[in-house]
C-alpha cells in the first residue's frame, strides 16, 4: 500500500481529529489512576473488645474477630459530604449511618442502610464506628456503624454516595467478599 493511501485510510479510520497524523498514529494518553483523596480510608473511631467478641463467638455467633488494622471500610468524599449535609439539615451531629447485610435479596444477601441518631439508639456494644474524616471526631460527628457480623461480610468494601436521574442513595462498592456483579441495583449479592 503506498503512503498517500495508508494516510487517507487512517483518516477515513479515525474520526479523532487528535489521532490523526501525516506520519505513524500517536500512541493514545495512559491512564493515571485516581488520587488517593478521591477515595480517603476512613478512620475507625471505635470497636469491641477482643473478649466481647470472643464470648459472641462462644456463643454460637457466626462472626469473625478481627483486628482492628483488619477492620477496614472505605467513605468516599460523596458519601462523607452527604452525612454532614443530613446532619446539618437535622441539626445533629449525632447522625450515623448504620450498614448491615442481611440474608435476601435476588442474590442471597442484601445490604441494609438506615440512618440513626446516636443520642437515642446508642451504639451496640458489637459495633464498628467508622468516620469519614482522617482523624477522629470529638464524641459526635457523622459516622458510619457496621455490626461485627456484617463488616466481616463488608470489610474492604466503599460506601460511596450516588445521584442519578432516579433518584439518590448510599451505595456499598467494590465489596471484595462478594462473587460476581450482583444484581443490577446494587442492593443485593452473592458470596
Do not use: W
Not at 99 to 109: D, K, L, N, P, R
Not at 130 to 151: H, I, M, Q, R, Y
Amino acid at each position: 500500500m503506498r503512503p498517500s493511501t495508508a494516510l487517507r485510510l487512517t483518516r477515513f479510520l479515525t474520526p479523532f481529529p487528535f489521532l490523526r497524523t501525516a506520519t505513524a498514529p500517536r500512541p493514545l494518553p495512559r491512564c493515571t489512576p485516581c488520587p488517593a483523596f478521591l477515595r480517603p480510608a476512613s478512620t475507625l473511631v471505635s470497636h469491641p473488645s477482643r473478649d466481647y467478641l470472643a464470648q459472641e463467638k462462644a456463643d454460637g455467633l457466626d462472626i469473625e474477630i478481627l483486628d482492628p488494622e483488619k477492620a477496614t471500610f472505605e467513605i468516599t468524599e460523596a458519601a462523607a459530604e452527604q452525612l454532614a449535609t443530613i446532619a446539618a439539615r437535622e441539626s445533629n451531629p449525632a447522625i450515623a449511618l448504620r450498614i448491615a447485610v442481611e440474608s435476601g435479596g435476588c442474590h442471597g444477601y442484601q445490604y441494609k442502610l438506615d440512618l440513626v441518631d446516636t443520642r437515642q439508639s446508642p451504639p451496640e456494644p458489637d459495633d464498628y464506628r467508622f468516620s469519614p474524616t482522617p482523624s477522629p471526631p470529638a464524641e459526635e460527628g457523622p459516622t458510619v456503624l457496621v455490626d461485627a457480623v456484617s463488616l466481616g461480610l463488608l470489610k474492604g468494601s466503599t460506601l460511596d454516595f450516588a445521584t442519578e436521574l432516579i433518584g439518590s442513595s448510599f451505595r456499598v462498592l467494590d465489596n471484595p467478599q462478594s462473587s460476581g456483579k450482583g444484581c443490577g441495583c446494587g442492593v443485593s449479592f452473592s458470596m
